[in-house]
């Protein structure tokens, strides 16, 4: 079977529920969900230049929410651990050239590429994460997130998932993208390649996201663009009951060669005064 094929009988079955009782249906599911454990295949495209557009292949989402009506309950057993779950965890890390940490979790289904460290932290299902990135302690990388090659989520990082509806944009993170603690970044977001977000910043697809660094503000809203620094900020905003502050997201500046390298990243918040 190819993926064309695949895709065809995974998306009648997601329009006609009835299919799943179909044998070659359900390998279908099982087989796209494997594609996406394995790296071969994954929910969104990356662009050939890097000015282009991500694609978003919605049947192979459409597969993992289909998938979850294939599974049933069941207990799962990681050494002293015991989990009550549909989705096993992901194992053969070693094999996989990657490194995670007690009590990190992969749950099947999400694609973790040679390289990278996983500190005790969340991947869910339909996820990847490229070479060399770190997830640190108490991170989260929600269903369908694509996360790019060294990229560095900082401590308690919130990437939300994106998994209905299917055509729906995933939360991506490009490559070499630097997101401070306790960020929370959901609803669809694309932060740029190399750019670095401050601690506590929230974008969210309504979010404001202000470039401050002109003699005018320029607005983006669900794209943080390339190499931006970004803190958290606040805008005056007049309801019925007066007039209040708004969280949004200030652009202060660009990264400079001098800060290509993760292992200096944090100077390009400092050059800033921003808070790792």
């Not at 549909?86 to 194992?91: A, M, T, W």
Request: net charge neutral; proline share 6%.
């Amino acid at each position: 079977m190819t993926h064309s094929d695949d895709q065809s009988l995974v998306h009648a079955a997601y329009e006609d529920r009835s299919r799943l009782t179909d044998r070659a249906t359900v390998d279908a599911i099982e087989r796209t969900v494997a594609g996406l454990d394995s790296g071969a295949l994954r929910v969104a495209t990356p662009p050939e230049d890097a000015d282009g557009e991500w694609t978003v292949n919605a049947w192979v989402k459409e597969a993992v929410l289909l998938y979850f009506g294939l599974k049933g309950m069941a207990t799962i057993e990681a050494g002293p651990f015991e989990f009550h779950d549909k989705i096993p965890l992901k194992k053969r890390h070693a094999d996989a050239g990657v490194r995670v940490v007690p009590p990190a979790v992969l749950r099947y289904g999400a694609h973790v590429e040679r390289g990278a460290v996983l500190m005790p932290s969340y991947v869910n299902i339909g996820a990847r994460v490229g070479a060399g990135s770190m997830v640190d302690t108490w991170a989260t990388v929600g269903s369908c997130a694509q996360i790019g090659q060294n990229v560095h989520l900082s401590g308690g990082v919130g990437i939300g998932g994106v998994l209905e509806p299917p055509g729906a944009t995933p939360v991506i993170i490009e490559d070499g993208a630097f997101i401070g603690s306790r960020c929370i970044v959901v609803e669809g977001v694309r932060v740029g390649r190399e750019a670095v977000l401050g601690a506590g910043v929230v974008v969210a697809g309504s979010t404001r996201i202000i470039d401050v660094t002109g003699d005018a503000p320029v607005e983006h809203r669900g794209f943080v663009p390339p190499r931006s620094v970004v803190i958290p900020g606040s805008v005056p905003k007049a309801f019925p009951a007066g007039t209040y502050h708004v969280p949004v997201a200030l652009i202060i500046g660009r990264r400079t060669a001098s800060t290509d390298k993760k292992t200096s990243l944090n100077q390009a918040l400092r050059d800033f005064g921003v808070q790792v």
